[in-house]
């Protein structure tokens, strides 16, 4: 099992910067890939970026530029750094860790609860 936690969501003005953090604990050795999904209301959840075990990040086309993904291996933590933020970021932000190989997921998805981030304009 893996557990995860997001902390760091909160009320920002447009053009705002926000981080999110996932502390990850459990059966780390399991998964390849920690991702950030987000779900706005009246909305399909999305992938938000992702990062793998090597450090390759991949970005949804609506964040690129303005958000990034990153990892420290010490302290099993995985980051959303959120920049020039649109009312359209606003949504519940969720931590994924998943075991990806060649773009199919084997095993168990792990989620964390989610936290929300407003986007004021």
């Known amino acids: 099992q893996v557990q995860l936690v997001e902390s760091g969501g909160g009320l920002v003005q447009s053009g705002g910067s926000l981080r999110l953090s996932c502390a990850a604990s459990?059966?780390?050795?399991?998964?390849?890939?920690m991702s950030w999904y987000r779900q706005a209301p009246g909305k399909e959840r999305e992938l938000v970026a992702s990062?793998?075990?090597?450090?390759?990040?991949n970005y949804a086309d609506s964040v690129k530029g303005r958000f990034t993904i990153s990892e420290d291996k010490d302290k099993n933590t995985v980051y959303l750094q959120m920049n020039s933020l649109k009312p359209e970021d606003t949504a519940v932000y969720y931590c994924?860790?998943?075991?990806?190989?060649?773009?199919?997921?084997?095993?168990?998805?792990?989620w964390g609860k989610g936290t929300l981030v407003t986007v004021s304009s």
């Open positions: 459990g059966s780390l050795f399991s998964v390849n890939t």
């Open positions: 990062i793998t075990s090597g450090d390759i990040t």
């Open positions: 994924n860790a998943a075991l990806i190989v060649n773009g199919l997921t084997y095993g168990k998805n792990y």
